[in-house]
């Protein structure tokens, strides 16, 4: 897979997993959004962590590769994200999305520029 095309693939499939395991807490958004917002917190970091490890196995870390990936696995999860909230089910203004959801995504590049590091040291998940 090219070098390009391997990142994106995998941004979508981290954006679809992340999705259908959100998707089964939906209900408690229009309940209780400060629980919500603490589970979709939670399931992120614990996705990132699970794509994280499967895309960078066989992968050369460095602090560039591992920020530009995060960064495009935001993008990705923004853009698609953004397509449901304007013409889905959550149709709503991009100001109310990034305060309520997207910029949440920040932490994708955060945990992958952990990555270089955990290697180096030899820290195993």
Do not use: H
């Not at 941004?11 to 997993?17: K, Q």
């Not at 870390?61 to 089910?89: A, E, H, P, R």
């Amino acid at each position: 897979m090219t070098k390009i095309i391997k990142p994106i693939l995998f941004g979508i499939l981290f954006w679809i997993i992340l999705s259908l395991v959100i998707f089964i807490f939906l209900p408690y958004k229009q309940k209780d959004p400060v629980y919500f917002g603490i589970i979709f917190t939670i399931l992120l970091s614990a996705v990132i962590v699970f794509m994280g490890n499967y895309y960078f196995k066989n992968e050369k870390l460095n602090y560039i590769n591992c920020l530009s990936v995060g960064l495009l696995w935001t993008f990705i999860c923004i853009s698609l994200d953004l397509i449901g909230y304007k013409f889905g089910l959550l149709k709503s203004s991009f100001s109310i999305y990034m305060a309520d959801t997207g910029f949440v995504y920040v932490i994708i590049p955060i945990l992958f520029s952990i990555y270089p590091y955990r290697r180096k040291n030899n820290c195993e998940i």
